[in-house]
């Protein structure tokens, strides 16, 4: 992240998230949501935890494109 930033600065900017955000905060937001969910599909499922994971990946792609 610091070199990207350093590359190219970021820019706040609101998407689907209710606030107003930068690239680190959507990164933030996006593994503190892969956590969650792993923590679901443990805790909750019988499912293989690559499903866990494969889903993260996808949470995290829409966080910071869309985000």
Do not use: C, K
Request: positive net charge.
């Amino acid at each position: 992240m610091t070199v990207w930033e350093l590359r190219s600065a970021s820019i706040e900017r609101r998407g689907f998230l209710p606030i107003v955000t930068t690239r680190g905060d959507r990164l933030f937001i996006g593994l503190l949501g892969s956590a969650y969910l792993h923590l679901l599909v443990i805790g909750v499922t019988d499912w293989n935890i690559w499903v866990a994971s494969g889903i993260s990946l996808v949470w995290l792609v829409v966080v910071m494109r869309w985000g």
